[in-house]
């Protein structure tokens, strides 16, 4: 089945993206305010692009005169698309048709929230649409293209189906946002975070679009004024309001804290900021003002955080999964259950945690004080293992090389903890399948750091390794290991966070206006 026909148009084209997430350390801690993660954005990013078009209204039945057609597609994914008429009266969404009466909830918020909020702040750029509507039949609306870069999903079937074996190099010969011949709900996700990415650059798109939102203050690399800063909140604000909305709770959110910033130290939000938009009572009133970047409800902290150079995470997600709602609540009931205990090792997690990107900032400097030494300290250990660098290195005394093996001790004290965490909530958060492989990674030249991110589990695994080299010798670990099947992804780490990009640059989602 297909969706409804829009004509097609002469119309700009607005395209946004905002990168996936990985919660390098601080897994659970960050559920709380009083701890904080390091996330890690990576290149890896979900995309939204939208263009003014024009609708035949027997595709939007019932449609108010004074509703704007809406047709959504993801063009990746079997049945993905979704008619919507918004109200400009009411600013209400309504679902028209779909694949299979088929919704998804979170465009659907995301779609419902932020165009609400444009009417209610200026209703002259919805108006404007509907005044281009050309009588009874047709009416001018948006179509939005929903887009993914391959590493948010498994590519182990369509891989499979092309005779390919699982290799970064076979991953590499896959055609760019490729068809994953499933549906959205079908699909194996690998943990960058599709939803939070995916409502932070719709919401991103749709403000520019209607230029709430200044293209300028998206442009990559371009961020520091208080205009750029308010405009990046104004974002987060609605992003985490709509997720939260869709998934009918208030999380951490520090995975819309890396689709809208890109790497850094995340510290959460007080939920109270949206308690009355949370409501089911609710008008766009309350809703405009819980999303104010002036609302001083929001006091999370986003620390800004280098990533040493020459640092290559690799990614791989393991193929047996976890879930992590589940996992959560144990871990909470644990912690509610033993409060002393669970502050004892929370403090101890924030202390290994916090050491962590202290390391980095340290060697951050040392990069910058003298390039060279510490050039010279990541060339001599990108080929040897970790535990030959406390004792191997001629140069002992290069403090590059004593922040790295303070760095490996580190992680292994942070996998400890985490290791201690889930034996007492009975919760596989580091599971001994993992610990091998772990341990396995790290007695690989070149890697320095080895860990479960995020909630751990059997979802995924990360290493930081210290040259191309060493990466491609982890990966040859994963594809001869036997016990699990581990999958590499191509994503790296990424500084930057949600941004509006050349759609010229992007010929696989232009193809679908
Ligand atoms: N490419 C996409 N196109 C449309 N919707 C998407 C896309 N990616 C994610 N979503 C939305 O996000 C939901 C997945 O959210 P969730 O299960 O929380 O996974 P994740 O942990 O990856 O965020 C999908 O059901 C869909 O509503
Ligand atoms: C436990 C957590 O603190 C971190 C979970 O991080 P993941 O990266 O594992 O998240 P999912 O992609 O939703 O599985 C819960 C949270 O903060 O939401």
């Known amino acids: 089945m297909t969706s409804c026909s829009a004509r097609s148009s002469s119309h700009s084209i607005t395209l946004t993206s905002a990168p996936g997430k990985v919660l390098v350390v601080g897994g659970y801690l960050v559920l709380d305010r009083n701890y904080s993660g390091l996330v890690v954005g990576t290149d890896a990013s979900l995309y939204a692009a939208v263009q003014e078009q024009t609708f035949e209204l027997s595709d939007f039945t019932d449609g108010a005169s004074k509703s704007i057609p809406i047709l959504v597609v993801s063009p990746q994914f079997q049945s993905a698309w979704w008619n919507y008429a918004f109200d400009t009266e009411s600013s209400k969404l309504a679902q028209r048709r779909s694949a299979d009466q088929d919704t998804n909830g979170f465009v ?24 281009r509507s050309e009588g009874q039949t047709s009416a001018a609306g948006l179509k939005i293209v929903l887009s993914a870069d391959n590493d948010f999903y498994s590519q182990r079937e369509t891989l499979a189906r092309a005779g390919l074996n699982l290799s970064s190099e076979s991953l590499k010969r896959l055609p760019r946002m490729c068809e ?14 599709s939803s939070a990415a995916m409502v932070t650059s719709l919401v991103a798109c749709i403000l520019v679009h209607f230029n709430i939102i200044s293209v300028s203050h998206l442009q990559p690399g ?28 208030v999380g951490s959110g520090f995975d819309i804290s890396a689709a809208v910033y890109g790497t850094h130290v995340y510290r959460r939000f007080s939920p109270a900021v949206l308690k009355e938009a949370m409501d ?8 405009a003002h819980a ?27 393991v193929d047996v999964g976890s879930n992590t709602p589940s996992m959560v609540k144990k871990v909470l009931y644990w912690q509610e259950a033993h409060q002393d205990a669970a502050r004892a090792l929370w403090n101890s997690l924030d202390t290994a945690n916090n050491q962590i990107r202290e390391l980095w900032g340290k060697l951050v400097s040392n990069y910058e004080n003298d390039c060279l030494e510490y050039n010279q300290a990541i060339d001599w250990c990108s080929v040897h293992k970790c535990s030959d660098w406390k004792n191997g290195c001629s140069n002992a005394s290069n403090s590059t090389v004593a922040l790295l093996c303070k760095l490996v001790d580190g992680i292994k004290q942070v996998r ?30 070149g890697v320095c750091m080895a860990a479960v991110p995020g909630a751990g589990g059997y979802d995924a695994i990360f290493c930081v390794t210290l040259g191309q080299d060493s990466s491609a010798a982890v990966e040859s670990l994963w594809s001869s290991w036997k016990a699990m099947s581990v999958g590499p992804l191509l994503a790296n780490q990424a500084s930057s966070g949600v941004c509006v990009i050349d759609s010229t640059v992007y010929p696989e989602i232009m193809a679908y206006f």
């Open 108 to 131: 659907q918020v995301v779609l419902e929230v932020t165009l609400g909020l444009v009417n209610y702040q200026s209703p002259e750029a919805l108006q404007r649409l509907l005044a």
């Open 222 to 249: 371009k961020r520091l004024d208080s205009e750029h800063v308010r405009s990046l909140q104004l974002i987060h604000n609605i992003a985490q309001y709509a997720h939260c909305l869709a998934q009918g709770k």
């Open 291 to 317: 999303v104010l970047p002036s609302n001083p409800g929001w006091n999370s902290d986003v620390e800004v955080v280098t990533i040493p150079p020459r640092f290559i995470l690799r990614l791989a997600d």
């Open 280 to 287: 089911e009572g609710r008008n766009i009133a309350d809703i």
């Open 416 to 445: 400890a903890l985490q290791r201690k965490l889930g034996d007492n909530a009975g919760v596989p958060i580091e599971p001994p399948e993992q610990t091998k492989l772990l341990d396995a990674c790290l007695e690989v030249p």
């Open 180 to 193: 994953t011949g499933t549906t959205l709900k079908g699909v194996h996700k690998t943990g960058l975070g």
